[in-house]
C-alpha cells in the first residue's frame, strides 16, 4: 500500500515525443506536487495543485502541462521533449498547503530522452 | 529570494564516527526547516524538521536545532553506520504563500565498515 507512487518508474524516448508521467496518492491529502532534480541531484519545484487548483507555477516550459483530475491525481504531460528535459521526476503530497507541512515523496520518474 | 546552502560532498566517514552536515539559509521571515534523505535508486523521506527558532527536530538519532541568529539547521549525528550511507538535503518552506520547498544541492554522506 503504496503512499505515493508514480508510473512509469523509467521512461526512454525520442527527442520530440510527447510523454506523460502519473502520480498518485492514496493519503487524502490536498496539495500535490511536482518536482525536477537534474544529473547533479539538485531539486526544484515545478507545480503544485491544492485540491485540483494550480497553486504554483514555476518557471517552467509551457511544454510541461501538469493536470489534476482529482485531488488524489497530478499528471504530468510533457510535449515536444528536449534532451534537456532527461532528469528524475518527483511527484509529493502534503496534507494542506501550509509553510511546516511535511511532504510525501513518491519513488520518482527517471526520463531519459535520446 | 530564499535559498540553501549545504556543504559540498562527499562526506566520507568511518562507521561510529560523528557527522555534521552544514546547512544555512537565507530566507524572508521565519521559515520552518527541513532535512530530508535519499537512499540509493529511492525517493525523498523526512528525516526531520523544526518550524521555530530554537527548536530541535530528531530521529533516528540524527538531530538539528533551528539557529535564527545564525540562520542555520546543521545536522548531527553522534555515531554513523553504513546503513546511512545516503544525500541528505536541507530545505525551507518560508511563509509567505503556499508552501514552497526550496532545497539545498544535498550532500552524499558515504560511511564504510
Known amino acids: 500500500d503504496t503512499a505515493v507512487s508514480q508510473t512509469p518508474k523509467y521512461l526512454v524516448t525520442q527527442m520530440g515525443n510527447d510523454k506523460s508521467i502519473k502520480c498518485e496518492q492514496n493519503?487524502?491529502?490536498?496539495?500535490m506536487y511536482w518536482y525536477k532534480q537534474d544529473s547533479k541531484k539538485f531539486l526544484k519545484i515545478m507545480f503544485s495543485y491544492n485540491n485540483k487548483e494550480l497553486i504554483i507555477n514555476e518557471t517552467v516550459p509551457n511544454r510541461f502541462s501538469p493536470k489534476s483530475p482529482d485531488k488524489a491525481h497530478l499528471n504530468l504531460h510533457i510535449n515536444s521533449l528536449e534532451l534537456g528535459d532527461s532528469a528524475v521526476y518527483f511527484c509529493?503530497?502534503?496534507?494542506?498547503?501550509?509553510?511546516?507541512?511535511?511532504?510525501?515523496f513518491g519513488p520518482g520518474t527517471r526520463l531519459l530522452v535520446l | 529570494g530564499n535559498s540553501v546552502t549545504q556543504m559540498e560532498g562527499p562526506v566520507t566517514l568511518s562507521e561510529e564516527a560523528f557527522l555534521t552536515i552544514n546547512c544555512t539559509y537565507t530566507a524572508t521571515g521565519y521559515p520552518s526547516l527541513f532535512w530530508y534523505v535519499q537512499y540509493p535508486g529511492e525517493g525523498l523521506q523526512l528525516l526531520l524538521k523544526a518550524t521555530k527558532a530554537d527548536d530541535k527536530g530528531s530521529n533516528k538519532g540524527f538531530e538539528a536545532t533551528y539557529r535564527k541568529e545564525t540562520t542555520s539547521f546543521h545536522l548531527e549525528k553522534g555515531s554513523v553506520q553504513v546503513s546511512d550511507s545516503a544525500v541528505y538535503f536541507c530545505a525551507l518552506s518560508d511563509r509567505t504563500g503556499f508552501q514552497k520547498l526550496v532545497f539545498g544541492t544535498g550532500t552524499r554522506l558515504l560511511v564504510s565498515p
Open positions: 493519503l487524502g491529502h490536498d496539495t
Open positions: 509529493a503530497s502534503s496534507p494542506a498547503s501550509g509553510r511546516g507541512e511535511t511532504q510525501y
